[in-house]
């Protein structure tokens, strides 16, 4: 079955009682039981939710998993895999990725006796210096948050299994449209679902998506023990954003490189990050893993300060200035003081991220649309 349709069709079933189309929202906690045991699969929907139930078959497989598994947001997906951990545990992480998991690392894991390492993976070797007996997990972004690095990941998976780890990939950027972390070697793939999956700013959960029996298995016992579930009214729409999926990716796509190209033309841009420049270092690794480039862009002025920046943030109309990325429109952000403000200033700068870098989220608007508010807020 092809992406498109398995979009539309994947995990939805018409429902058995009335024949609906569209998979009810099962609003409720418990199921009656004929006797004690006795039940018809459910029994508290901490457990199960038929909602639930269908939106993770459907999320799997668009990652061409086995089994997939929601969460309340996309952090408490990550929460769930580092749980899976024990003390003196170690994890390799990539250099450049979301404030968000940092904070989770640094601020919450590390005092629980799991070490972790922040590396630069643009060239997969650089992580073999950090991978010992202890280490069990090597945790992913490809495109990253927010330089857009490119990471191989058929490469860091090869090395990651020579040590017995796992490789967890989060998928947010790319989506499944665009990306297969399973097919090139991950073990474990994330999505914050809030962003290209439900696609509509209306929602906030998390996945994750695996082949793995003896995972699934921890998975489902973690999901349920410590109950960060997302509610089935949030799964009825994430199951009505993914029917559009295909269509909304190649929009992204098709609008991203149209405003990546504007962006390296113009006279007061500095530098431009998108995978889709033959000068992106890893642009050819990029072609490899990926179906297109996606529509998340970074970029930084000629005048490269941070007051500069603020004033073009200010003056966006059609990107709005707020947090997330993903959605049909479009966004803009500044890292430094958003999305990443909980990575220490020195960390940012040592991964490349400077405090003057604007970020956009390229919704599905007109181009020309898009280009002339860039125009204007530049001019």
Not at 266 to 276: E, L
Not at 287 to 307: A, H, I, R, Y
Not at 349 to 360: Q, V
Request: proline fraction near 5%; charged fraction near 20%.
């Amino acid at each position: 079955m092809k992406f498109a349709t398995k979009a539309v069709h994947a995990g939805v079933e018409p429902d058995p009682t009335t024949g609906a189309i569209m998979t009810p929202i099962y609003q409720t906690s418990t199921y009656v039981q004929a006797s004690p045991g006795k039940h018809k699969g459910y029994e508290y929907a901490r457990t199960q939710n038929p909602t639930r139930n269908a939106l993770q078959a459907s999320i799997a497989a668009l990652e061409d998993g086995k089994y997939g598994f929601c969460f309340s947001s996309g952090l408490a997906a990550i929460d769930t895999v580092i749980k899976m951990l024990n003390p003196n545990d170690e994890v390799v992480a990539c250099n450049d990725l979301y404030g968000g998991t940092y904070r989770l690392f640094r601020r919450v894991f590390e005092k629980y006796g799991i070490k972790f390492h922040f590396v630069d993976m643009s060239d997969a070797e650089n992580i073999r210096a950090y991978m010992n007996k202890n280490t069990k997990l090597v945790w992913i972004e490809t495109p990253t948050n927010p330089l857009l690095n490119i990471i191989d990941i058929e490469a860091v998976a090869a090395i990651t299994h020579q040590f017995g780890a796992l490789l967890g990939v989060d998928n947010t950027f790319a989506s499944p449209y665009l990306q297969l972390p399973l097919a090139l070697g991950a073990d474990i793939v994330m999505h914050s679902v809030t962003k290209y999956l439900s696609g509509h700013s209306d929602v906030v959960m998390g996945a994750l998506i695996t082949n793995r029996d003896d995972l699934a298995q921890q998975f489902a016992f973690l999901q349920n023990a410590s109950g960060a579930v997302p509610a089935p009214q949030d799964c009825f729409l994430v199951l009505r954003g993914i029917k559009t999926l295909h269509l909304r990716m190649q929009a992204h796509c098709i609008n991203g490189e149209k405003i990546t190209q504007y962006l390296i033309n113009h006279p007061k841009i500095g530098k431009v990050w998108h995978p889709s420049l033959p000068s992106h270092p890893n642009h050819a690794i990029a072609k490899k893993q990926m179906k297109g480039f996606g529509g998340m862009l970074s970029f930084t002025l000629k005048d490269d300060s941070v007051e500069m920046a603020l004033q073009v943030l200010e003056k966006f109309q059609l990107f709005s200035l707020a947090e997330s990325l993903g959605g049909v429109e479009s966004l803009c952000g500044h890292p430094a003081s958003m999305t990443h403000a909980s990575i220490p200033k020195e960390e940012r700068e040592k991964a490349g991220l400077k405090d003057s870098l604007i970020r956009l989220s390229i919704g599905i608007e007109d181009a020309d649309d898009l280009i002339a508010d860039l125009a204007q807020a530049l001019a």
